[in-house]
């Protein structure tokens, strides 16, 4: 199997090509990389800058520099030893440009007779395929195509005379008001994103279609990995994955699955884990400080920010599932025989409302689903003869097409509601506001952190870990200084209310979101956080929506970056408490990427992480990599230089290298996992494993709170007998090494026993 040491994940696009990756690939081996991660390499829809909307599944990205470039940076990773790893989207096509995907193009043009149209999940039922892209009614006849702006759509043969209204008229897709999409689409969808359709690639002949290429590289020995993008809006995601694994027997197999505190994959998947969202959780929390809970819950609650998660969460669901998935929910309530049809509509709704994780993969996950039905009977006991004939149809039938339908859209409106809703409503402590992640959690205790590291050891060894993602909501180091936030909370909650007195915005989620964020990616420029604060503001769904403009609210909150900033007093202010929080944050920058690259699992480092970035939700995590400073910063890391903790972020790229390249150099070293526990007034700060025997890593943790303390004093870290070396800095340590020495030049320490 393919496993590889460690990944470095790209973000593929027009403006950094196979050939810009192949450009890296020295550079990458040189900095400890085990493989190449790359974002969906397929042909997608003209201009993305990720990936995620094929057009075209048989054939490399042309935008990219199409098959040729492909196999030249196969070769170049080969010849390195890297693996390559490569991201594909199993579960939609982008129809953004009917025009550019061949397959929905003949649908359009050929209605149901085409050869296509079971690629695709559309319910025929209503006639035709319903498009919701219209503002106005002025269309035009251009040829053998029907024209709205810059919308293209095929007329079918024969049906080209008469009026554009005629010719609309006689089309097997019908060309409606945009705002229609979300109550009668008549296809699925990716979410809420109607430019992405589902296709049914739980036919055998619709597999092979869209994965023949991609398995052919595989195949051919020029991909070594796959990640599986958003499995749960599969059909079937058992089925889907053990046929990509028969496909792919010795390739790498990773999903993007979220998991639940709890939650584990279901047994019967061949995969070797998950994307690295729940360690990411994981490795987030125990770097917070609990104590700071009763703090931040105070000042939101003072600034009128609701603080109870799980009504919110409730809400944005049930306003997804009522007012988003309409359409979805409407399908699923059609095939629940014998029940009044708003009660079979509200019924549906209330079990995806309630359920405890995204979906169940029953006869798997039943225990989910029966604890979705339940509270769904306790939130709405006059539904329950229709709950009650869900649940009895579901359960009997669970290969069928109504549990089938449930299951898939429950994950949609998880996601919706509380990744894309909630966590942008719910803005208390945003650094927990992750995906993956639990926000009325406030922190990770080490015995905690420790049990699930060893699960993860035991049953996971090679699954993905992650900090940074491209669906992450913040950087790893953006995150980690806003966790910083934790250990001075009343000095913040001060801080927050002082500025809000000069200049508030006027929403307090926002409000309390936009100073975090502030705080947390200092400096950013006004274009950055103003792009930030629109999103976030359309993802809450409180004030404005990307449907339903609040245009004065959303002039509001576009000048508020320009006018903090402007502002020299209240800017002053702001800097200088970054400065308060600033250390704090590179030392838990340290010590998770420590943790994440020697722990569990296969470590990802995303694109320019391994300098501090202070990036933000995408598309800002996007931005180009300057790879010149970080080759110049790796060259003299690896001529001996031991870069100070400062702001330029070469002492990360120094633990990055020395970590990468100790996993790809003495794999032997990075197998089980066993907690160690230091010894002293200031052991709760020092988090310490041992890995292999002959591997240790101890990292600092709450390092504010530590200065408070009086520092490390007679703090020791208990070692196997031996001689031990930091690896980071090249000195001996011995056995037993005191904090306060071990943590002399760096806040993490890599430690390698000289006989291992």
């Known amino acids: 199997m393919n496993a590889p040491a460690s990944t470095y994940r790209v973000q593929l696009r027009p403006e950094f090509t196979f050939t810009d990756a192949a450009a890296i690939v020295d550079y990458l081996h040189e900095l400890g990389a085990g493989a190449l991660y790359a974002s969906p390499m397929l042909d997608a829809t003209p201009g993305s800058t990720h990936g995620y909307d094929v057009t075209d599944p048989t054939r490399a990205r042309v ?100 009026t554009p209204q005629d010719v609309h008229a006689r089309q097997h897709y019908e060309l409606v008001d945009w705002r229609r999409g979300n109550r009668e689409l008549n296809y699925r969808r990716f979410f809420d994103i109607t430019n992405l359709a589902a296709v049914t690639v739980e036919r055998p002949e619709v597999f092979a279609e869209t994965h023949g290429e991609v398995l052919r590289w595989v195949s051919d020995g020029d991909v070594t990995g796959l990640r599986v993008d958003h499995p749960d809006g599969l059909a079937d995601p058992g089925g889907y994955l053990r046929r990509l694994r028969a496909g792919a027997p010795r390739a790498w197999l990773v999903v993007e699955k979220i998991l639940h505190p709890g939650e584990k994959l279901p047994q019967s998947w061949p995969v070797d884990g998950t994307t690295g969202y729940d360690a990411l959780r994981e490795i987030t929390g125990v770097f917070v400080d609990p104590a700071a809970a009763p703090v931040f819950t105070r000042l939101a609650a003072e600034q009128g920010v609701r603080t109870d998660f799980h009504s919110v969460e409730e809400r944005a669901r049930r306003l997804v599932s009522t007012e988003i998935l309409v359409a979805e929910v409407r399908r699923i309530a059609a095939l629940l025989p014998g029940v009044d049809a708003e009660a079979a509509r509200a019924a549906v709704a209330e079990v995806m409302i309630a359920f405890p994780v995204y979906r169940s993969y029953l006869p798997e996950g039943s225990a989910h689903w029966a604890s979705a039905v339940a509270r769904a009977r306790k939130r709405r006991p006059e539904l329950t003869p229709a709950l009650d004939a869900l649940d009895s149809q579901v359960r009997g039938a669970p290969d069928g097409e109504l549990a089938t339908r449930i299951q898939q859209t429950s994950g949609m409106v998880v996601a919706k509601g509380t990744e894309d809703t909630t966590f942008y409503r719910f803005t208390r402590f945003a650094a927990l506001n992750e995906v993956g992640g639990n926000p009325d959690r406030f922190g990770l205790g080490t015995a905690e952190f420790h049990a699930l590291a060893e699960g993860r050891a035991a049953a996971y060894p090679v699954t993905m870990t992650a900090l940074t993602t491209h669906d992450t909501k913040r950087s790893e180091d953006t995150r980690a200084r806003m966790v910083a936030l934790s250990e001075v909370a009343e000095e913040f909650a001060a801080a927050v ?260």
């Open 63 to 162: 935008e990219l520099g199409g098959e040729e470039a492909r196999k030249t940076l196969s070769a170049r990773l080969r010849d390195a030893g890297l693996g390559f790893v490569v991201d594909i989207v199993p579960n939609h096509m982008s129809v953004e440009v009917p025009k550019a995907n061949p397959w929905w193009w003949d649908v359009l043009k050929h209605g149901r007779e085409s050869p296509y149209a079971p690629f695709f999940d559309i319910d025929w039922s209503r006639g035709r395929l319903l498009l919701p892209v219209l503002g106005d009614d002025a269309l035009t006849v251009d040829g053998d195509e029907l024209v709205y702006y810059g919308h293209r759509f095929p007329i079918a043969p024969g049906t080209g005379d008469g």
């Open 497 to 756: 209310r002082r500025w809000t007195a000069v200049r508030g915005i006027d929403e307090p989620a926002l409000n309390l979101l936009a100073w975090q964020t502030l705080v947390g990616a200092w400096p950013i420029s006004p274009e950055r956080l103003r792009d930030y604060l629109d999103k976030a503001a359309k993802e809450a769904k409180l004030r404005t929506t990307w449907t339903d403009h609040d245009e004065e609210f959303e002039r509001a909150v576009a000048a508020w970056p320009g006018q903090v900033l402007g502002d020299p007093e209240l800017a002053a202010d702001v800097e200088a408490f970054v400065a308060r929080v600033r250390g704090a944050g590179w030392v838990n920058s340290l010590g998770q990427k420590l943790v994440q690259l020697a722990g569990p699992g296969v470590p990802d480092v995303y694109q320019g992480t391994e300098l501090w970035d202070y990036s933000l939700v995408d598309p800002d995590n996007r931005r180009a990599v300057d790879y010149r400073v970080r080759r110049t910063i790796l060259d003299r890391v690896q001529a001996g230089e031991h870069p100070a903790v400062d702001e330029t972020g070469a002492a990360k790229l120094l633990v990055v290298h020395r970590a990468l390249t100790l996993r790809r150099d003495r794999p032997e070293l990075f197998a089980g996992y066993r907690p160690l526990q230091a010894e002293g007034v200031a052991a709760e700060h020092l988090l310490a494993f041992e890995r292999g025997g002959g591997l240790a890593v101890a990292v600092t943790r709450l390092p504010l709170g530590l200065d408070r303390a009086g520092g490390w004093r007679d703090t020791v870290l208990p070692l196997r007998d031996g001689e031990w070396t930091d690896v980071l800095t090249g000195r001996a340590v011995g056995d037993a090494p005191r904090a306060a020495e071990l943590f002399g030049r760096y806040p993490v320490a890599l430690l390698v026993r000289e006989d291992s």
